[in-house]
């Protein structure tokens, strides 16, 4: 079983409606991150949590600790917010990994 | 930006012959890793260093060694490519809880 999963796996939106992905781990956690990669692009980290509630733009992270799950929330979705979107948790203890989620693929057709 | 540069960025190579692929940082940040990237599989972990000459295995270790002689620097070496070696290569560091990617290197073994 991974140690961290997202879901759903692929995403198909029409522009305008709000979406949101979801990323559970089953793992200690110091923190959480989530990463945008366009197809055939770099990997940019949009968020880094730990605990709580961020907000930039259109895009709403969030993280419950207690139940290991946190969710990544777009509102007013655009076409150019088609991507590969990523969790990756940053392992509690001495080794402070990276664990990968799988990625959840995003289509906003306008 | 952080300061994370790959290269080279693209490779095509021959069946049996080695490879090396560098990541190099500016951050002096103390962890480094290597991961690949497949369709469906998601972004896998290769080797990571916690220090300079102190390196460990991933989940996917075998046909790779990686070194790092000093903290910019983290080599990941092909001793023998192989097809199923045909991949998109990340690097990243990460410091606490900061983490940052590099661009990536496509590499094609024939």
């Known amino acids: 079983k991974n140690e961290v999963e997202q879901s759903p796996q692929n995403l198909t939106a029409q522009e305008g409606e709000f979406i949101t992905i979801n990323c559970s781990y089953s793992?200690?956690?110091?923190?959480l991150h989530w990463l945008q990669q366009h197809p055939g692009g770099g990997i940019v980290s949009l968020f880094m949590?730990?605990?709580g509630k961020k907000k930039h733009g259109r895009l709403i992270a969030t993280i419950n600790i207690q139940e290991k799950h946190s969710s990544l929330h777009i509102t007013a979705s655009h076409p150019r917010d088609s991507a590969v979107y990523i969790c990756?948790?940053?392992?509690?203890?001495?080794?402070?990994?990276?664990?990968f989620g799988k990625g959840t693929k995003l289509t906003v057709n306008p | 930006d952080a300061g994370i540069t790959q290269s080279p960025r693209h490779k095509v190579t021959e069946t049996g012959t080695p490879v090396t692929l560098r990541c190099h940082q500016t951050e002096n940040h103390r962890y480094m890793y290597w991961y690949r990237q497949d369709p469906g599989h998601g972004l896998r972990l290769i080797h990571y260093?916690?220090?300079?000459?102190?390196?460990d295995k991933g989940e996917v270790s075998d046909g790779y060694s990686v070194s790092r002689s000093k903290t910019e620097d983290f080599l990941l070496t092909l001793e023998s490519a192989t097809s199923s070696q045909t991949s998109v290569y990340f690097c990243?560091?990460?410091?606490?809880?900061?983490?940052?990617f590099g661009p990536g290197t496509r590499l094609t073994v024939l």
């Open positions: 260093s916690y220090g300079v000459k102190d390196t």
């Open positions: 990243a560091i990460s410091e606490g809880l900061d983490a940052y």
């Open positions: 990756a948790v940053v392992l509690q203890g001495g080794s402070e990994k990276l664990v």
């Open positions: 793992v200690g956690i110091s923190a």
């Open positions: 949590l730990s605990s």
